[in-house]
């Protein structure tokens, strides 16, 4: 720690001294690279598409009436227009660079002047609400993403303009939106948060285009220059390690935008910085990290506040796909995620990616394997894991979350999994509660019941206790704690195995998930185990929660449903807003079959006497009509000690087109807890053809070299390490 | 009439006299037609494909061990074996005829003699319900379709076979299900509807092979021979002179089958029938009437009882595309289906197909334009009107239903509309309650909720009068009546229009409904205006409803959400499958918008003061969750006379991937009927942008000559013919 100040503010000293007026543009293209381009259009389908859905973009922005509006309220129509005034212009920019048409530079300069007209009469904004006001946009957020592209835009028509223009625009744009920044709101500029990376960036850049060294170096190293703040300081905390980001991937696909853009600004106009190379290449990391996450259609797990559809074509990746395969290395991997992307950036890097896959007969499908991701700046707050079995659109992928809260995005989801299956997400996430920039839609902000469902726990994959929210709801609270690793194995061809712990989340309750992806022949797809494992000084109520998308099909016990008359099913922590449809009681294994897409699903379950079973659906307490209706089962127990011992059953097929079902009820029958302690849980599965699978799992410290030895029921079972699972008990 | 019969008769008298042992094979392919095939293997695309699909197909069946097993229950596994093995058997017939291999030979053989050791023992299949029984299967349908394809395998193979094993495999197979049709279950075979057509096609096909003319004389003119019943007597009286099916688009896919199979080995076999020419071509109008109905994506629309996913993939229509573009013309819009459909049936007429498609550089869409169809097999009982503009999946579609009632499949869905826009089913049919062939959902049967729900009025979108259901939800009342035409004028460009009666559906109340598709250049797509008309000689309560998919999004009126319980809006005729969400009271234009894909959807009405909303959702009163839940809107009124003039307009854009949204909110503000008697309609309609529409629509005798002049509020309209439309109103 004590080494790197110094080496930063070496650092400071040496380059504060030489004040670079920097070559123009040279924040992401130079005219060597747009020279390039255009010798090179007509040649990579990729590039092609690229540039003519830019040019495409920006002729229609030059087509219409140049509109400058007044601020807006958000999501409004001026607010998209300012959004669709910087896309234009940075756009203009590139296109000016590559194709020497000054009509793009002279939209840039109108548009530019009419800002000049504007800003210096703009104040607050005056629908601001908790967050840092901008001026144009209700939120200072906004504003540091037009001044991240305006400053692109600037820099590739700074040597046409003339320098009379150059000082109108300088200070009647930049320089308000300088001292707004820095001056004003120095606390969220020197916030080490995903708003404060935009921040940086765009001061990083326009200083950089105005040969300012004084605004990068804040932009490095807070505006204290102290390394207390800024661009590196925040490389140093929000990504683990293994560089997966705090907020979790939705949020990562905003956040690695500014990273990368200012990374390649550094990296041109600043090169001894080595910034590809900083914290053992944390931005490589960081973006492995968020296109690992993704299920194999490409959209990222919508874990924490984030909606269902974002995928690797958002700006920030195909971004970082470019400038990653350019800086580390020709991953064919990235070439997959372009297959789906259909696009590149028009830069260096841009070309090289598009050229590589133009060179290539046939791109693979990207193929990330099962994987762990620790989680915190230091690695040691528990984690993310990942097991995939298959490729592609048959891939099964199952995902628990066992790391940090996340902060103010987070959800008290901790031990939560999703069941991604056959191009579907099968047991989901509902994501967030917000129908972005719908402007009827209370601006397309975070609507209230974000926080009064979709942040709490019962809207998750994972047990409920007391019908109360981990950690009460508390966010400041979830933010002291986080899951605990227990062990991760992804290596094994039939079986899969990632085990973790959250013990901070009820006051005296211990928690243990356990999920294993097993693949037997004589089961048509793979397998999900779940070994859920609650440990209590004293009795409470465990809720277990599976929601799910599509129609029931069957059950093997009976259900009373609510005919004519729903109530909600809770008064708080979310259960207010589900409807209770119907309630059954169950003292045997239970079986509840799905059909979502063309597979079915089943649930099979070890239960105790007298199981309460919920089966609800999304929707009350919804004035607004705000939430989505969506189905789910909740599994009632009352215990001290609890195992919820569950298979989750992909089987047979639907098509309702060509009227074919098959294998509608599925192969596993039975689910037994052998015995379970500190120690050890041992559990057996039953199904037709004879399916006869035991799971030995380790409860305490793990290791690949332990030698267990537990003793259930008169049985000995002994293992080596941290699991045994034999697909074929005599 | 009688003319017809004559020639009946002395077609009957001609062919009887000679009794031709037929070539084999001669029902589908022939050798010659198979050598071809064989040549052209690698040369067309389309037709390697489906020679692979069905190699793989049948080398799969062929790789595990053949199993005939004892009938079993509706949907269960010994059903769809014995579905499957018929499959297998027509396919393996068309390979072995193709490749010579006599492995598919023997595998035809060997199940036939399995089943030969089974049939004589079967009686009426044990689970049978109230339709007529098969051996094999639960109803005596399945056991046609099981005859029709066993017959073309065994004609594949006849002359392959010894004396011995075709004497075995006819006595102890064929014989039992002849006699078992012919015999048993003549009423089943003489029948007017889809069941007879099967069944005749099995016999005539059978009748073929073996040879036996009496059977195929039987199969043609009805078990009498006397022309009362048959498959000539079907093509009279099941289609329309259009050629529209009375049971609608998704129940003529699968009638269009047995009758292209049975026309098809007619014309093979007894050429000078002219079956293809018979009543004007109507085997040529069936099938372009079906594929007319048709949604842009190939979808059938979900008349009557339908899945919502049939589409033009369906075996019938793949068979009927190659013989129609065979036998009718190389029509390039059956390229267009074939571009959908990536098959072509292995035979002569699948070659040709398939090698016009090969031969052309670009397939453009399919383009069906706007058409009417007339109901009926006179063509004078209503009929079914679709409006189209654009092309592919950005056309815009409007369907209005007003035909007759289609016996035991159809809905008492009289003036409904079903409206397809951008890709989407926007405004839709709820279609079948049916959990198609899945087993544990009633056997994959329709299930209760069919009756009591889906069939019902208030499931679609049309008024519901007095909440009850049209013509008491009686379906022989319904058989006796049907929807009147009006007008229907699909001709112009910016505007088409179609006009339909229904006043036989409640006692007391006469019903038009007048449905336009408008394109102004001020709106971005084109909008529907929604003239929907009731006259009575009492007072009543009308119930205007329109079912949405996707998301509410805004309403310009407050409502009272039904927050913390929910009951079922009605008790009877569908209302008691309905939750009430929420409620309202207006006394002004309502606007109620909503999302569904990309696209925003207003419904802009004029309403009477204190008119009622009802926000409901299916689901209520379904005990075994079969109910897909949905949500509708229903604007009540008590009124004698009433118009509901209603504009539903399509505008603006969102991505929640790339987190766009434009023009949430809609141009049209405002919808006023100005006038409205016996005579004439006027309304007008007005939004942002200066629009101001006038609409005149005639309501009294068609014609498009007629001096129109009406005088409403003290101003006078003119116009000549059925309607005038003015898009720019001064």
Known sequence: MTKKRILISFII???????????????????????????????????????????????????????????????????????????????????????????????????????????????????????????????????????????????????????????????????VIIDWFIERNHHEFDRIHNHGTWSVCSIGL????????????????????????????????????????????????????????????????????????????????????????????????????????????????????????????????????????????????????????????????SDWGSIEFTDGHDGEQGGLGILRMGTGEDQTMLLMKYGVHGEGHGHFDKLHFILYDHGNEVIPDYGFCRWINIEPKFGGRYLPENDSYAKQTIAHNTVVVDRITQNKSNRKRADKVAGKRHFFDGSGENVKIMSARADDYYPGVKMQRTMLLVKDDRMEYPTVIDIYRLESEESHTYD??????????????????????????????????????????????????????????????????????????TGANDPNFNLRSEPMIIIRDDAQDKVFASVFEVHGYFDEASEKSMNARGSITDVNVIGSNAEATV??????????????VNNAGASDSKENVVKFGGETFKWTGNYKVDLNVE
Request: with cysteine; aromatic share 12%.
């Open 13 to 175: 000293f040496a380059l504060s001294a030489t004040l670079m007026a920097a070559d123009h543009p040279s924040m992401f293209i130079t005219k060597e690279e747009a020279q390039a381009i255009n010798n090179a259009l007509g040649k990579y389908p990729i590039l092609d598409q690229s540039f003519e859905k830019m040019k495409n973009m920006v002729d229609a922005a030059l087509a219409k009436p140049m509109e400058v509006p007044q601020p807006g309220e958000a999501g409004g129509y001026e607010h998209e227009r300012h959004k669709q005034n910087y896309r234009a212009m940075q756009a203009a920019g590139i296109l000016f660079t590559i194709t020497g048409d000054e009509k793009y530079a002279a939209f840039i300069r109108d548009m530019l002047l009419k800002y000049a007209d504007m800003y210096p009469n703009l104040g607050p904004h005056p629908m601001a609400k908790k967050q840092a006001p901008g001026m144009l946009f209700h939120q200072m957020l906004n504003e540091t993403v037009w001044l991240t592209y305006t400053s692109q835009a600037y820099d590739c028509i700074y040597d046409w303009l003339d320098q009379s223009t150059r000082e109108n625009i300088e200070e009647n744009v930049f320089q």
């Open 206 to 365: 326009i200083g950089y285009v105005l040969g300012n060294q004084d605004l990068v170096d804040m932009a490095l190293y807070g505006t204290k220059k102290d390394g207390s703040g800024g661009f590196l300081k925040q490389l140093d905390l929000l990504f683990s390690p293994d560089g997966y980001y705090m907020e979790g991937p939705y949020y990562v696909r905003y956040a690695l935008r500014p990273f990368f853009h200012f990374a390649e600004a550094i990296h041109r106009n600043q090169p001894e910085l080595k910034i590809y190379e900083y914290r053992d290449q944390i931005l490589k990391k960081a973006y492995y990290s968020a296109v690992q996450t993704t299920f194999p259609n490409g959209v990222f797990p919508p874990i924490n506040d984030a909606s269902r559809t974002m995928d690797i074509r958002a700006p920030g990746i195909v971004l970082g796909n470019a400038l990653v395969f350019d800086h580390y290395g020709a991953d064919v991997n990235l070439l997959g995620l372009a297959k789906i992307q259909k696009e590149v950036v028009l830069n260096r890097s841009g070309l090289k990616l598009a050229r590589a896959y133009a060179e290539r007969d046939n791109i693979p499908d």
């Open 544 to 617: 277990f929660p599976v929601h799910f998308r599509g129609q029931l099909i069957t059950t093997n016990f009976d259900y009373q449903t609510n005919v004519s008359v729903q109530k909600q099913v809770g008064d708080d922590f979310g259960y207010q807003h589900i409807w209770e449809e119907a309630t059954a009681s169950t003292d045997e294994t239970l079986k509840f079959t799905w059909l979502d897409g063309h597979h079915y699903y089943s649930l099979v379950q070890e239960v105790s006497p007298e199981t309460e079973i919920i089966f609800g659906r």
């Open 683 to 696: 559990i057996e599965v039953m199904g037709n053809d004879d399916i006869y699978w035991r799971i030995c």
